[in-house]
């Protein structure tokens, strides 16, 4: 990171990091809808017979195994998009840090002294 003026002295690595943040919620409003769509069709009911007229007809075996394979595909489904849901709230916040830096060093004074490293007091050492 170095410091700047103008928007023309970033690198493309601190711009892609600002424009990041415009295109996130859009993603994460999709990722969302993503996972509550998977975890509706992980908690969908199960196959039932068929009653015509007087006679029941029991769920074809073929309908329980389709039932199993979408609940356990709707299961891997939800872990992936928790997973990229929790990736790009991570670099989210990655990227508001680096903004909130970046504007820090734009609102700095150049003829400020050395910059501050820490919080709080200095150590013992420097003290006279």
Known sequence: MQDFRNVEDLDEEDLNAILGLSTGQD??????SQLEMANSLRNTPGPEGRQYGRMYTAANPLEHVAHAWQGIKAGKDAERLTKEQNDLMQSQMEARKRFFELMM?????PQQ????????????????
């Open 27 to 32: 993603k994460a409003a999709q990722l969302q």
């Open 105 to 109: 060093l734009r609102n700095q004074d």
């Open 113 to 128: 002294a050395a910059p501050q490293t820490g919080y709080g007091p200095e150590a013992y050492g420097d003290v006279y």
